[in-house]
């Protein structure tokens, strides 16, 4: 009775208040790695600079969590370029492999 009750409490905190990941902010075009981009432009000096490279360049932000790629609906967060290439804490909603991003935390 008692995992019954923990389930359905565990259940209700997470469809309220969303999911928590932890991983890098990327972008779409580079993925869970940018040493392909890195290599071929001798300016992207970090995983922050090219992130930005490529979001002005047409990509979308991501998220990579333990070697997955989750999209990002919401593109328009100030926090996505503030926190580009960098671990964090990601807390949203999850709709197939799409979060719609409600916080990001530096980790």
């Known amino acids: 009775m008692i995992s ?3 389930f359905a ?4 905190a ?10 890098k902010i990327s972008d779409s075009a580079c993925g869970v790695s940018h040493a392909k981009m890195r290599a071929a432009h001798a ?5 922050k600079d090219c992130t930005l490279a490529c979001i002005k360049s047409g990509s979308k932000y ?17 926090d996505l370029q503030k926190y580009a290439g960098q671990n964090v804490t990601l807390t949203g909603k999850l709709a197939g492999d799409s979060i719609e991003v409600t ?3 530096a980790k």
Request: hydrophobic residues 40%; contains cysteine; charged residues 15%.
């Open 4 to 6: 019954k009750i923990t």
């Open 9 to 12: 409490t565990a259940l209700v």
């Open 14 to 23: 997470t469809s309220c208040f969303g999911a928590t990941w932890t991983g």
């Open 43 to 47: 300016d992207l000096t970090s995983d």
């Open 62 to 78: 991501v998220l990579v969590s333990k070697g997955k790629v989750f999209q990002i609906d919401n593109q328009n967060l100030d």
């Open 103 to 105: 916080s990001i935390v």
